[in-house]
């Protein structure tokens, strides 16, 4: 497979996306979204990747969906393709990744940036990073989960402000406010990404798909609904070699050796 706008590599289990249309800060045109749903679904089908870490440059992870590619576009147009769906399934494919994704953020996440990394289950932010909704500033809004991911993770207020003005919040604001895990320094982003995809994948991929499900409900369900799902997955594992394999090492004082089965 051969990418133009994005760099895909691997360490050991781990999957790696790096958004490159640096000249373009780069912005979230329909060809980059379509290479990043192509690359994770490679990801996805390849057993032997068991976490993914999508990341940008050092100044910009990605300044939104490509204005000059939208400039013209009317509402016919983004409502017949179901904008930014249909035309580059990226979106739904980050949307609906069965495997754990890091977002590892440095420098602008930006309007559809920022929904791009929200859309990740966890988000490590470095100490220059720069997080916003501006849409409003273009005349127009969040499409791809800002005004819906944006006030689960920080609340009403913030993202309400943040989306009515356009203001950007830096890490330390992020962190703060509970959109990202950890600030690190701009140096050790990475390394610290890629411990921590590491530490992820070194676990029983099945029980590590059913626990983020399990998180996901938190968002989909009222509590007894998340309750009982979550009992049925923590049951359901039990199915699993693995999870006599863990109990088992860990009763024996030895590492356990998953087979993710
Ligand atoms: C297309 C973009 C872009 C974007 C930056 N560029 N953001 N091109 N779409 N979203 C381009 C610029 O045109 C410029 O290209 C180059 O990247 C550098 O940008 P500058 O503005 O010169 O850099 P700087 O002064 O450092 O400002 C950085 C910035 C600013 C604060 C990130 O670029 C900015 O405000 N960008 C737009 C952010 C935004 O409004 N995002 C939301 C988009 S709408 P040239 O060729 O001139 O050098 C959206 C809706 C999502 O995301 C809906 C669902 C997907």
């Given at each position: 497979m051969s990418y133009e706008l994005i760099e895909v590599s691997t360490q050991e289990a781990v999957g790696i996306i790096r958004l490159d249309r640096p000249k373009a800060y780069n912005a979230l045109c329909n060809a980059l979204v379509a290479e990043l749903g192509q690359a994770l679904d490679v990801f996805e089908a390849d057993e032997a990747i068991g976490a993914i870490v999508l990341t940008g440059g050092e100044k910009v992870f990605a300044a939104g969906a490509d204005i000059g590619e939208m400039l013209d576009r009317e509402h016919a147009d983004l409502f017949l393709d179901d904008f930014p769906y249909v035309k580059s399934h990226g979106w739904e494919r980050l949307n609906n990744c069965r495997k754990p994704?890091?977002?590892?953020?440095?420098?602008?996440?930006?309007g559809g940036g920022c929904?791009?990394?929200?859309?990740?289950?966890?988000?490590?932010?470095?100490?220059?990073?720069?997080?916003?909704?501006?849409?409003?500033?273009?005349?127009?809004?969040p499409g791809a989960g800002g005004t819906q991911r944006l006030v689960r993770a920080i609340g009403k207020a913030k993202a309400m402000e943040l989306c009515l003005t356009g203001r950007m919040m830096d890490a330390e604001e992020a962190e703060q406010a509970g959109l990202v895990c950890r600030v690190v320094p701009v140096d050790a982003l990475m390394e610290e990404a890629l411990t921590m995809a590491a530490t992820i994948a070194s676990h029983s991929r099945p029980v590590v798909m059913q626990i983020r499900e399990a998180v996901e409900q938190a968002f989909e369900t009222g509590l007894q609904a998340g309750l009982l799902f979550e009992r049925r997955a923590?049951?359901?594992?039990?199915?699993l070699a693995d999870r006599k394999e863990g109990m088992s090492a860990f009763a024996e004082k030895r590492k356990p050796v998953f087979r993710h089965r």
């Open positions: 994704t890091i977002a590892a953020v440095s420098g602008f996440a930006l929904e791009m990394a929200m859309a990740c289950d966890i988000i490590l932010a470095s100490d220059t990073a720069k997080f916003g909704q501006p849409e409003v500033k273009i005349g127009t809004m923590f049951q359901a594992t039990f199915n």
